[in-house]
């Protein structure tokens, strides 16, 4: 893992930015993400420093890797480290205003660890606005930490506290919170996908995380 080859392309980076890509790849189980992906036209929604983006992209010249984050610092490193690979393109976005832009464009949209940074209000139209990007039998993966009422929870949300307030490595809303899997899949169902797989990635791990894998 510490030698994944994603990593490579941040070697230029400043050493706290290639820490906290490192980090990030320890903490965060992406090759779920990876492994599942569809089709050549891919969306990372919320990219951060690109590490997905370099994970899809990498080996792959045939794919075309777009990553949206709103915050301007994050795509900046984006664009100096993945933005170098030729298939790769990094915009200050938000989903919502990418799918107003390129609707139906992708065969694929992952999303990691974005929707805790939202208020539940805001969830409806960003699912629909993910159905809107993505292609007639396109691919959602979805990857959040859940609220399964146990400790896992309880340590994550107070690691994110210190992320997004204390450490401001995270830009958020000012809501964090993490939803149970029941109403998430609610949700995704009546933006109007159909929900194919969930599967619990919490063991080994301190983050209660949940993979939801959806069809339009």
Known sequence: ???????????????AERLFVRARLITAPLDELAKRVHGTRMLDVGCGHGLLCSMLALGFPDRQIVGIDPDPKKIDWARRSVGKLGNTRFDVMTVERLASIEPESFDTVCVSDVLYLLPTEAWPEFFAACHQL??????????EAEDDG????????????VMVKVLGRTK?????????????????ERA?????????????????????????
């Open 1 to 15: 893992m510490l030698t994944h080859h994603a990593l490579t392309v941040f070697d230029q980076l400043p050493l």
């Open 150 to 161: 146990g400790w896992r929870t309880r340590k994550a949300l107070l690691q994110e506290q």
């Open 192 to 216: 109007g996908f159909k929900v194919e797989e969930i599967v619990s990635l919490k063991a080994g791990s301190t983050t209660p995380h949940v993979l939801f894998v959806a069809k339009v």
């Open 172 to 188: 958020g809303s000012g809501a964090i919170g993490f939803s149970k899997r029941e109403s998430t899949k609610a949700m995704l």
């Open 134 to 143: 993505l292609k007639k039998k396109g691919v959602l993966l979805l990857k």
